[in-house]
């Protein structure tokens, strides 16, 4: 009997690794319906409060809404509010959300993939090959996440 742990994505569509990197074309930070929200955790509103010189408790108030036990941006204008002029103004802070974009659980499933995330984002199949393991990595801290109370 084999006892040794299967390779991450192992039967997956993934598990020989995926090559993505940002085009920087801000499709991603469009409304675009279900995929409308950018979701951000306690660490990320830190973040970016301190990039932009803010207190954490100023930055939920003014940019921040909370919808059930989720906290988003508020978009008053649909797409993301820190997008400007196609471009994010605070790529080096951006949320966990779009550092971990286009490896979502919701994104990882073959025909997710194949006919919404391959179609819309021109960074698939781009650039560097981030490994199964790399990938599962990010699926499983990104599955805790949703996990927290
Ligand atoms: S924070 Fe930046 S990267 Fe994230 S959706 Fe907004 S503009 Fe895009």
């Known amino acids: 009997m084999n ?3 299967p390779r991450p994505g192992s039967g997956t569509f993934w598990e020989r690794g995926v090559r993505f ?9 469009t409304s675009r319906g279900a995929y409308g929200y950018v979701y951000i955790t306690l660490e990320d509103r830190r973040r970016l409060a301190a990039h932009l010189g803010m207190r954490t408790s100023s930055f939920t108030r003014r940019h921040c809404k909370r919808d059930h036990e989720h906290v988003h941006l508020v978009n008053p204008k649909r797409d993301c509010c820190f997008l400007q002029d196609g471009q994010c103004s605070v790529y080096e802070a951006r949320p966990t959300q779009c550092r971990t974009w286009p490896f979502w659980p919701e994104n990882m499933k073959p025909l997710v993939w194949e006919h919404e995330i391959k179609a819309y984002c021109p ?27």
């Open 123 to 149: 960074g698939v199949g781009q650039g560097r090959l981030h490994s199964a393991a790399e990938i599962q990595a990010i699926l499983t801290a990104l599955e805790r996440e949703d996990e927290l109370p």
């Open 3 to 5: 006892d040794r742990a």
């Open 21 to 29: 990197e940002c085009q920087g074309t801000g499709r991603c930070c």
